[in-house]
Structures are given as C-alpha cells and as structure tokens.
C-alpha cells in the first residue's frame, strides 16, 4: 500500500487576525481528523496563511508549503477550496504549473462541490487537463510566468537565509 505526505493549506482573510488563535486550532485540527488513523495519507503539516495579501509571493505559510514541495518532503496538497490556492486565473495557472514542473510530483485535492480538484485519484483526467491548459496558459505569456517563478524562488531563497520580511 502507497503512503502519500499530504499537507494541509489554508489561506484566511485578514479579518480572522483577530481570532488568530481560533482560526489555527479549527484548522489544524480539521486536517488532523480528517487523515486520523488513514493509513494511506500521512499528514505532514498544515500551512495557514492569515493575511490580506492575494499574491503568493507575500504569503509566508504558502512559500514555506512550496519550499517543502521543492524539496520532496511532499506528495499532495489538501485545500477546502481552490480558492485558497491563488486569488486570480494568472497565479492559479501559474501555481499549477510551477508545482506540475517539479521533479517530484506534486497532487493536489480540494473539496470544492461541483468542480472540485482531485489530481491524485485523476478518474477525469484532471491532472493530464491541468497540466494542458495551464501549459498553454503560461505560455502566452512565457516571460511573465518566468518572472513569476524566479519572484517565488528568490523569495524563498531570502527566507531561508532567514530574512524576517517576506515580499
């Protein structure tokens, strides 16, 4: 039987700085449950973002997240909704495809009703569909989506030298 890493990933509005705490725990534990006892999906961590920035670059827990999927410390990534993953169809094209281009691959699963991501059990040829479109995508624009990319890992790069300041 496959074991997959899985890591859990929540992009909250800035409103729920106030109830930061609340915010965590209700998450933290909503992932814990959910693979509790699931012998096919360890849960690696879970990344939450409170914070009022759309573009990932800005967004500490979502960079720590793709430093891990960098790294191949990670196998799918579980999201309630889309939504939470980029704010606009550029970023999430150009997430998709950023993650779909790494050497260790990389699945994603959301829980959204009626259109759903689900690259891992892939029953509709989402990941194949994913993987065209969003090629497609970055290549109209090939020198903004590589711009895009080096932001993300320069970024991260400065995170890791331990840099306080993201963006």
């Not at 997959?4 to 700085?17: D, I, N, Q, S």
């Not at 569909?129 to 109209?140: I, N, P, Q, V």
């Amino acid at each position: 039987m496959h074991s997959y890493r899985v890591a859990g990933y929540a992009k909250l509005a800035k409103y729920w700085e106030r109830d930061r705490e609340k915010a965590m725990t209700f998450h933290r534990d909503y992932f814990e449950r959910k693979y509790a006892g699931n012998r096919s999906f360890f849960l690696t961590g879970v990344y939450i973002d409170i914070t009022g920035q759309k573009e990932i670059r800005k967004r500490p827990e979502m960079l720590c997240l793709l430093r891990e999927c960098m790294k191949g410390t990670i196998d799918v990534i579980d999201m309630q909704t889309k939504g939470f993953l980029a704010a606009n169809t550029r970023d999430f094209c150009y997430m998709i495809r950023y993650l779909f281009d790494l050497e260790h691959r990389i699945d994603i699963v959301t829980e959204d009703i009626g259109y759903n991501i689900n690259t891992l059990d892939n029953d509709d040829g989402q990941r194949e569909a994913l993987d065209l479109m969003t090629g497609k995508y970055c290549s109209l624009e090939r020198a903004d989506y590589c711009n895009w990319k080096k932001m993300i890992m320069d970024t991260i790069k400065q995170m890791e030298a331990g840099r306080d300041h993201v963006g």
